[in-house]
């Protein structure tokens, strides 16, 4: 039986619970150039539209359409988050054009906030292909914006920008005392350095720049799964050893959705319950298969239609176009929590790490930030499952 009231974790028992935040809820300058001025992810999300019987849309935010590169909302998001088991966030990170994207939110918000020290962050450098899909047409392909792959001399760049910018902060996270970087595509990481042997001199001149720094060692996280979701993405034949190979210290995965086609039981409406149970075997198929650890991920749900032609019939073209996940209740969010929680305990010598898809993926409908339907439930199902620190505010205000 859950707590009810929240407490803290200590020692051996804690389990770091990251949320991976999605930045694309404040005015970026390459988006107001791609999409007309001040244009963000808000504006899918206001106009989306119900696709079938039952089908619970627009998701309207119970704090508003927060602007998220503000410490001042930045400040309440940590709280909310640290009060209710959230340990820290891990910030999908993009470099594009030789220079970093979407990167306001975590630079003018989280680092500037005044209560930031209350919780860590790390990145996730998201280096797929980036794709018009704001929304996505019913009748062409989407569009490419900018390419993810990066040659060795634009990688180098973009490290240097990594030590200095965020790996330098106190309250960056380590996990088994490195530092915790992640690669979302580990086929298009290679694709652009040339393949292994450049690939292994980059991320060893990563590391010398981390050591040279004084900052200790790196714990590279590759993000693998069993399908490709977005149209650019590069599948790899043997993951296994191009990890081993490239001396990564631990993989995970980003969502569900990644081993998990959703309109497996139904289209439009999928399966969240069905979701679930096949996660759960992916977990430990995936701790075999892996000789090194798998921090598993829980998804809160799955619903990408905000980011399809809201006027074109709703119909599997693939991603966005996917079947929708029904039956993600708070109850069944802290059920697959609790699994986490218990697969993560029965392998206390790696890294005690559960990543949770997602802290704001409104348009793909993966969210913890409260909205006017449910208002804290799921975040209450984290705080039950794991607790929260001694020094929580415990405000539940909607």
Known sequence: MRNEMATEQSGH???????????????????????????TEWDLLRAAQPRYPGHQQPKVPAWGELDESDPRNCAREIDLAVDHGI?????????????????????QGFLQAGNTARMKFALMWANHDWLNIFPASADRSPELLAGGALGAEAFDAMTDYIVDRYFRQPNYLRVDGGLYFSIYELGTFLKGLGGIDPAKRALESFRGKVRDAGLGELHLNGVVWGFTVLPSETALSDVNQVIGDLGFSSVTTYAWVHHYEPGTHGFPAGSYAQAADHSYRAWQKYR???????????????????????????????????????????????????????????????????????????????????????????LRQVRDVFGAPVDAMAHDAE
């Open 13 to 39: 028992d804690a389990i770091d619970v990251l949320a991976y935040y999605f930045p694309q809820f404040h005015a970026d300058p390459q988006n107001s150039i791609w999409h007309g001025e001040a244009w």
């Open 87 to 107: 340990t820290g966030f891990i910030y999908d990170w993009y470099w594009y054009r030789e220079k970093p994207f979407l990167n306001r939110a975590l630079e």
């Open 288 to 378: 075999d298969q892996f000789a090194l650890p798998y921090h598993p991920n829980v998804s809160m749900g799955w619903d990408p239609t905000p980011r399809t032609q809201q006027d074109a019939a709703y119909l599997d073209r693939g991603y966005p176009w996917n079947a929708v996940l029904e039956g993600n209740t708070p109850e069944a969010f802290g059920r697959a929590l609790e699994r986490a929680k218990q697969f993560v305990a029965g392998h206390p010598a790696a890294g005690r790490v559960i990543t949770i898809n997602a802290w704001n993926e409104w348009t793909e409908g993966s969210y913890l930030l409260p909205d006017t339907v449910t208002g804290l439930a799921y």
